[in-house]
């Protein structure tokens, strides 16, 4: 899904929906549990683009389906709002990532779960294997440990002499250990050292700009958590404080002013996740459902943090670029 498709959809009325779809509509109502760390305003685009999904495949709220939105302001509160849904008995547990799938894991092994961007089900044994999840588990992925090192690449192509790079990484997030993972073995093929700069919270964040500037590093890779996504300004802001250049995962975060970003395309890896909850909806098991992996990606640069950095971005990354913000 391009970006300006999901603007179009978000758009849309419930009036536009097809006949055919509304007459899939049933008088039973289902519930979706939606567990998410983060705040609604966060993450209020993906909620929309979800539900654009939904009501595209017959489902309206209040109608046929109702949500249930529970939000963790600290991963810890996590377990006990997955609790929380599972004493609710939703018919589906719509879980964002892996910190989130982690918590709903751990709550029921009987309700399915669906993830929508997940960066390593495998490697953290939430799924069998992409063909075949087993348990009640399934969703899309971004397989992040391929794509942390394309960033690091970027990084090193807007800084061709940079000899150590920072990376910032949601300390919580049960993913990042084999992002790091990945980011140690593209660093000794591009021969820079990393500095890891783990944040727990967004109170850490001001503590990593001060260690990367006590050790002269005017670089970084974010790696995209939700830490990291979900307190996208403040990070903005510091960079241009400490005059850092970030390379992020998510172009949500170069949209609220940061540097660069690539990765898959998140909003389309949230719609798509909307057909999963259908076909469990529909009596399918998450077993058998293949995980699938993201199909389209997004370069998004913002020319207007670039000039108060005083960088000056390689035309190639711009000819390669989805997304220019002047």
Same mark, same amino acid.
């Given at each position: 899904m391009r970006r300006r498709d999901v603007i179009g959809l978000?758009?849309?009325?419930?009036? +536009?929906?097809? @006949? /055919?779809?509304?007459? &899939? &509509?049933?008088? &039973?109502? +289902?519930?979706?549990?939606?567990?998410?760390?983060? /705040?609604? /305003?966060?993450?209020?685009?993906?909620?929309?683009?979800?539900?654009?999904? @939904?009501?595209?495949?017959?489902? &309206?709220e209040g109608r046929n389906i109702v949500i249930e939105f529970r939000w963790a302001d600290t991963v810890e509160q996590l377990p006990a709002l997955s609790a929380e849904l599972v004493r609710l008995n939703v018919d $589906?547990?719509?879980?964002?990532?892996?910190?989130?799938?982690?918590?709903?894991?751990?709550?029921?092994?009987?309700?399915?779960?669906?993830?929508?961007v997940h960066a390593d089900p495998i490697g953290l044994g939430h799924v069998g294997s992409l063909a075949r999840p087993g348990g009640n588990i399934t969703g899309l992925t971004n397989i992040n440990t391929d794509l942390i090192a394309k960033q690091l690449e970027m990084l090193k192509e807007l800084f061709p002499q940079a000899t150590r790079v920072?990376?910032?990484?949601?300390?919580?997030?049960?993913?990042?250990?084999?992002?790091?993972?990945? @980011?140690? +073995?593209?660093?000794?093929?591009?021969?820079?050292?990393?500095?890891? @700069?783990?944040?727990?919270?967004?109170?850490?964040?001001?503590?990593?700009?001060?260690?990367?500037?006590?050790?002269?590093?005017?670089?970084?890779?974010? $790696?995209?958590?939700?830490?990291?996504?979900?307190?996208?300004?403040?990070?903005?802001?510091?960079?241009?404080?400490?005059?850092?250049?970030?390379?992020?995962g998510d172009a949500e975060n170069v949209e609220a002013g940061g540097l660069i970003s690539y990765g898959a395309d998140f909003y389309d890896l949230v719609w798509r996740a909307a057909s999963y909850i259908d076909k469990i909806l529909k009596g399918a098991k998450p077993a058998d459902l293949p995980v699938e992996q993201a199909t389209k990606y997004r370069l998004a640069i913002n020319l207007k943090t670039a000039k108060a950095l005083g960088l000056t971005v390689p035309p190639t990354l711009l000819a390669r670029a989805d997304e220019v913000i002047e």
């Open positions: 978000l758009g849309a009325s419930a009036a +536009a929906w097809p @006949l /055919s779809a509304r007459g &899939q &509509q049933s008088a &039973q109502i +289902a519930r979706i549990g939606f567990l998410r760390f983060g /705040s609604p /305003s966060t993450t209020a685009r993906r909620v929309e683009v979800l539900r654009v999904g @939904l009501r595209e495949l017959g489902y &309206q $589906v547990i719509f879980a964002m990532s892996s910190t989130e799938v982690e918590a709903a894991r751990q709550a029921t092994k009987t309700i399915p779960i669906v993830f929508a920072g990376v910032l990484f949601g300390s919580t997030s049960p993913s990042h250990r084999p992002a790091l993972e990945a @980011l140690q +073995a593209a660093s000794a093929k591009l021969g820079v050292q990393l500095l890891m @700069l783990p944040a727990r919270t967004a109170e850490d964040f001001e503590g990593a700009f001060s260690t990367m500037a006590r050790e002269d590093v005017r670089n970084f890779v974010a $790696v995209a958590t939700p830490v990291i996504v979900n307190h996208r300004e403040q990070l903005a802001e510091l960079a241009l404080k400490y005059q850092v250049a970030v390379v992020y």
